[in-house]
């Protein structure tokens, strides 16, 4: 039986691996205006503007480039003992650990794939130093006076060796409500997005054409307004920040968008799906053919066949 939708309340953050840790964080700070707020030997913490939690992403320093945990807030003590309880029924395994700041108890588990979810309820709200403070008592931190300025980690795409495998495990373990996603000619699920709550979506799940498992397709922060979009372009082409394509507008999920390259080898979408809910309790799937999305990605750009999904990173300009 599918888990009611609600027990996971919310992207907490994810964990980014890079070999260059000092710039990857330049990239995240000054580029993207995000705060450091922590750091324990090779692992950095650092955080939105708007996020009531101690950080939003945690980078820590690796060999290769990608994805370590991504971490789901559940809404509360009792939501997290029900998701721990239908992960084990189903024959998954997990381990408790408490290992990162300004939360409690994580429950660390792996989805098909191999990606790592932490699943967690205990979290404590940010308080702002006095040169941090908003004006606004409603917002947790000042906004940043550099770089774009993002609002909160929005979402993870992950690559995935079978779609609709880690699909279901999101659904039927998770509580996830599928929105949207592409089906081939030969009935194989090619991609599927996911929400959690009534954003349109949280997760989505990418077919990696190499077999790989447990790879990472970008991980993704929204802005206030498309024009954020437009500067972040323009202040990437000043800074040397790698643009693989964009801005554009997806047709799928409608989200305007920007991908780039951190200097570690991640990539990282720029997105404005702010407006686009869905509110409807019985939201059909809906699915787009094969033919349909040979038509294009984004405004009649053609699917791009993206130099991380084959395993090489680009070079910097």
């Given at each position: 039986m599918t888990p009611p939708l609600g027990d996971i309340a919310h992207i907490g953050h994810a964990q980014l691996f890079t070999p260059d840790l000092d710039a990857s964080v330049a990239f995240f700070t000054d580029f993207l205006g995000l705060t450091v707020n922590g750091q324990d030997g090779d692992t950095v913490y650092l955080r939105t503007f708007d996020d009531y939690e101690h950080h939003s992403l945690v980078l820590t320093a690796r060999e290769q480039p990608g994805l370590g945990r991504l971490a789901l807030r559940t809404s509360s003590e009792e939501a997290l003992r029900r998701r721990v309880e239908a992960i084990e029924a189903a024959g998954g395994t997990g381990k408790w650990t408490e290992d990162e700041p300004?939360?409690?108890?994580?429950?660390?588990?792996?989805?098909?794939?191999?990606?790592?979810?932490?699943l967690y309820w205990e979290s404590e709200h940010y308080q702002a130093p006095q040169a941090l403070?908003?004006?606004?008592?409603?917002?947790?931190?000042?906004?940043?006076n550099r770089g774009v300025g993002v609002r909160r980690l929005d979402h993870i795409n992950f690559l995935a060796a079978d779609v609709l495998a880690n699909a279901e495990w999101q659904e039927q373990l998770l509580g996830a409500r599928p929105t949207e996603q592409i089906r081939l000619d030969s009935g194989k699920i090619a991609a599927r997005w996911l929400t959690y709550t009534d954003k349109s979506y949280d997760v989505v799940y990418t077919s990696d054409w190499t077999g790989s498992e447990g790879r990472l397709h970008h991980i993704a922060f929204a802005t206030d307004t498309r024009e954020d979009i437009l500067r972040a372009a323009d202040l990437a082409i000043d800074t040397g920040v790698f643009i693989e394509t964009g801005p554009h507008k997806h047709a799928?999920?409608?989200?305007?968008?920007?991908?780039?390259?951190?200097?570690?080898?991640?990539?990282?979408?720029?997105?404005?799906?702010l407006t686009r809910l869905v509110l409807a309790p019985d939201w059909p799937l809906i699915t787009w053919t094969e033919e349909e999305r040979k038509k294009g990605q984004a405004w009649g750009l053609k699917t791009i066949e993206s130099f991380h999904t084959h395993g090489t990173p680009p070079v910097q300009p």
């Open positions: 300004g939360l409690g108890r994580l429950y660390v588990t792996t989805d098909p794939d191999g990606h790592e979810h932490a403070k908003p004006s606004l008592k409603n917002q947790p931190q000042a906004k940043p799928i999920q409608q989200t305007f968008f920007l991908y780039v390259y951190e200097p570690g080898g991640n990539r990282i979408e720029l997105c404005n799906p």
